[in-house]
Each structure stands twice: as structure tokens, then as C-alpha cells.
């Protein structure tokens, strides 16, 4: 019985412990990545508004049998639309939505603009979300990376 009971209390101790821990954490995590195009920014947003592009150039969307399981359930949901700026969220279920966003930054003098991707991830108090979210720089970066260079690749190849 005091195994049991001391058990018991250890594991409670270490939840709280982690938990803690985790609480460290941010609960607001934007990753983002840029590319420079040479293209016209609304040649740029018709890739990204219509989602039935994004087979063409979002890793997350392209034919395989892994992702096409991502994909099941998906909602997408234009948030905001200007004229240098689109932000879409995604979720599955109504639960864990992430938002993306693509914004164009002009240069003064040059007819080359850059494209920046970010997604913000907004975590619970889970600790298993809190120490995830440090592994997403590995994950989302490099499919974010591959995805703005493939949006390059196609435009200019127009």
C-alpha cells in the first residue's frame, strides 16, 4: 500500500513538475520563412487565394498517400484579404486552428518582391503541446520552405 501511494504521489509530482515546465513555454509560436519572386504580386496571391492551387505547389497538398490523410477534414477559411497580405485558417473539426499567412514586401527601385509565409500556432496549457512546439521549426519550416519554392519555380517558368 505505501508503494501504491508513493507511486502514485511520484507521478503526480512529475506531471505537475512538467507541466510547469511547459508553462515556460510561449503559447503563441509563428514560424516564418520568405523567398524573393520576380512576378506580379497578383500573379503571387492567385496561387495561394485559390486553394485548388495548392496541389501545385503546397507540400502539405500534393498527391501522396501521407498527406492525403492531412487533408481529410481540413476546413479553410479566407481571414483577411488586402492588397499585400492573405491569411487563411486551418482546422480540422473546428479545433486546433492554425492560421497562415502570406504577405508581399515591396523594395524600393526593384521589380523583385519578397514573399514571407508565417503560421501561428496557438497552444493550450498541455505540456505535450507546449514541448511539441519546439520540433515545428523542423516540421512546418521545411515544408514551408519547399512550398515558397515551388511557388517561385512555377511562376517562373510562366
Given at each position: 500500500?505505501r508503494?501504491l501511494r508513493?507511486?502514485?504521489?511520484?507521478?503526480?509530482?512529475?506531471?505537475?513538475l512538467?507541466?510547469?515546465?511547459g508553462?515556460l513555454?510561449?503559447?503563441?509560436?509563428?514560424?516564418?520563412?520568405a523567398?524573393?519572386i520576380d512576378?506580379?504580386?497578383?500573379?503571387?496571391?492567385?496561387?495561394?487565394?485559390?486553394?485548388?492551387q495548392?496541389k501545385?505547389?503546397?507540400?502539405?497538398?500534393?498527391?501522396?498517400?501521407?498527406?492525403?490523410?492531412?487533408?481529410?477534414?481540413?476546413?479553410?477559411?479566407?481571414?483577411?484579404?488586402?492588397?499585400?497580405?492573405?491569411?487563411?485558417?486551418l482546422?480540422?473539426?473546428e479545433?486546433?486552428?492554425?492560421?497562415?499567412?502570406?504577405?508581399?514586401?515591396?523594395?524600393?527601385?526593384?521589380?523583385?518582391?519578397?514573399?514571407?509565409?508565417?503560421?501561428?500556432f496557438?497552444l493550450?496549457?498541455?505540456?505535450?503541446?507546449?514541448?511539441?512546439?519546439?520540433?515545428?521549426?523542423?516540421?512546418?519550416?521545411?515544408?514551408?520552405e519547399?512550398?515558397?519554392?515551388n511557388?517561385?519555380?512555377?511562376?517562373?517558368?510562366?
Amino acid at each position: 500500500m505505501r508503494l501504491l501511494r508513493f507511486i502514485i504521489i511520484s507521478i503526480l509530482l512529475l506531471f505537475t513538475l512538467i507541466t510547469l515546465f511547459g508553462l515556460l513555454i510561449p503559447s503563441t509560436v509563428r514560424i516564418s520563412k520568405a523567398i524573393d519572386i520576380d512576378a506580379e504580386t497578383n500573379e503571387i496571391f492567385s496561387l495561394i487565394r485559390d486553394t485548388a492551387q495548392w496541389k501545385h505547389w503546397h507540400p502539405a497538398f500534393q498527391k501522396t498517400e501521407t498527406h492525403s490523410a492531412l487533408q481529410e477534414g481540413l476546413i479553410i477559411n479566407e481571414v483577411v484579404a488586402t492588397d499585400s497580405l492573405v491569411q487563411m485558417e486551418l482546422s480540422k473539426q473546428e479545433k486546433n486552428k492554425l492560421l497562415n499567412g502570406w504577405q508581399i514586401h515591396t523594395h524600393p527601385n526593384s521589380e523583385v518582391k519578397t514573399l514571407q509565409w508565417y503560421m501561428d500556432f496557438h497552444l493550450r496549457w498541455y505540456p505535450w503541446e507546449r514541448f511539441g512546439s519546439l520540433f515545428y521549426e523542423n516540421t512546418y519550416g521545411i515544408m514551408m520552405e519547399q512550398g515558397l519554392q515551388n511557388i517561385n519555380n512555377l511562376l517562373s517558368s510562366k
